[in-house]
């Protein structure tokens, strides 16, 4: 097997046996830590050996008899040890998927919104802590500190491994599914690396979505969500050119966009946005879908896209929607207007690069490009996604070449 679908494999078993080993053993740390030395064992034994038939059996066992033996060196954890031993090593592993459980488990009330997030990105999205670290823009060893903290919460809480009922529901949903929403945008638009999108994630995103939507299928939210994710994955596959460098939205050859995801996320976006008020990802949905069903980047209804982000600024004080308004805003009553309310955002995003980018195009739009290129210039200086700093840094040189 290739190096990448083996990483791949890993990466989407990993969550699962989390979950199959914090629910037999009730303590999360300790079950975390044993498939953290299964996945080690995994990844010595398996490029020589091969994969097993049932590699989601396999490291279930291997993690089993690692916690085993960690509960055996401590007596005050014998009852705990006599849980795991309740299923028997050689027996059939079930197919039951605890994932989800698992996500609602690391949104425990207990914690933080910040530290939920967190630690389902560490343990059911598979990301490293200095991944999660850069989207949360905090130093990789006070994120490490974040995340120990929160797994010693859920510990210390004795909550039972099982779905919350529905007095719970409703503590829990909120930061599940800003969780998820996080999941979904580092693996579309990747904060770090050489790749603009990580599909392994945003593709896990939306599996954990369509099942939390099959038993909440009445939220909107959750609804709106699932509508947000797949309208934006739709256009993955022509947001890169042949050597993986960014297209943007307007240069985007559309006939490349996923036509049944735009379908179903549509049908989805019209039932969440039916129930009144509309919610946060309800409105983010309806934005994506106004571009998605433009067949060409003038066709886009830009009045409908600027009136969507103010009802959704209203909603949420956050200066990204802020900023995109800003883009609708400057397609709507000129360049100008959009420069105006980044002026409103120094003071929250300053030495943010997408502030900086914004501000390039815009001033590229208002026939300002000495100016264009150097937030431009700027912009590809504070990002660390290698794809962005270079699409920032050859459109600043073509400005440049342009007035030569």
């Known amino acids: 097997m290739a190096g990448d679908r083996f990483e791949d494999l890993l990466r989407t078993l990993a969550p699962q046996v989390l979950g199959v080993l914090a629910r037999r053993s009730g303590d999360f740390a300790a079950a975390e830590d044993a498939v953290q030395e299964a996945l080690l064992a995994a990844a010595l034994h398996w490029p020589g050996e091969g994969v097993p038939d049932n590699p989601h059996g396999w490291l279930v066992q291997a993690a089993a008899r690692r916690l085993t033996d960690r509960f055996r060196s401590d007596e005050a954890r014998k009852r705990r040890e006599l849980a795991v031993f309740a299923e028997p090593a050689g027996a059939e592993v079930p197919d039951q998927d605890d994932t989800l459980t698992l996500l609602f488990l690391c949104c425990h009330p207990a914690l933080t919104p910040a530290s939920a997030i967190a630690l389902t990105l560490r343990a059911v999205g598979g990301l490293t802590t200095a991944e999660i670290a850069g989207a949360f823009l905090v130093p990789e060893a006070t994120m490490a500190q974040r995340i120990s903290r929160a797994k010693a919460k859920i510990k210390a809480s004795g909550v039972p491994f099982r779905l919350p009922g529905d007095d719970e529901r409703a503590d829990r949903l909120r930061s599940v599914l800003r969780v998820l929403y996080l999941l979904f945008s580092e693996g579309y638009t990747s904060t770090a690396g050489t790749s603009l999108h990580r599909a392994e994630l945003s593709g ?22 699932l509508a947000l994710e797949l309208l934006t994955d739709a256009r993955r596959p022509a947001r890169t050119g042949p050597g993986g460098e960014l297209v943007p939205l307007e240069e985007q050859n559309r006939a490349r966009w996923d036509r049944a995801l735009i379908r179903e996320g549509v049908e989805l976006a019209t039932a969440a946005l039916s129930v009144h008020p509309a919610g946060e990802y309800a409105l983010q949905a309806a934005i994506a879908a106004t571009h998605d069903l433009a067949l060409r980047a003038e066709d886009t209804d830009w009045p409908r896209v600027l ?3 103010e009802r959704l600024e209203a909603l949420a004080d956050n200066p990204m929607v802020t900023l995109n308004r800003a883009v ?18 120094e003071a929250r995003l300053a030495g943010h690069h997408r502030l900086a980018a914004v ?8 026939g300002e490009p000495a100016a264009a290129i150097r937030h431009y210039e700027a912009a590809a200086g504070r990002t660390v996604s290698t794809p962005e700093r270079h699409y920032l840094t050859v459109r600043a040189a073509r400005l440049r070449d342009s007035r030569a």
Do not use: Q, S, W
């Open 328 to 345: 609708a805003a400057a397609m709507v009553h000129g360049p100008r207007a959009g420069l105006d309310l980044c002026d409103t955002l």
């Open 359 to 366: 501000r390039a195009h815009l001033l590229e739009r208002a």
């Open 307 to 309: 009136a969507l982000y």
């Open 204 to 225: 896990e995103a939306i599996r954990l979505t369509r099942l939390l939507h099959a038993v909440l299928p009445g939220e909107r939210e959750v609804t709106g969500l």
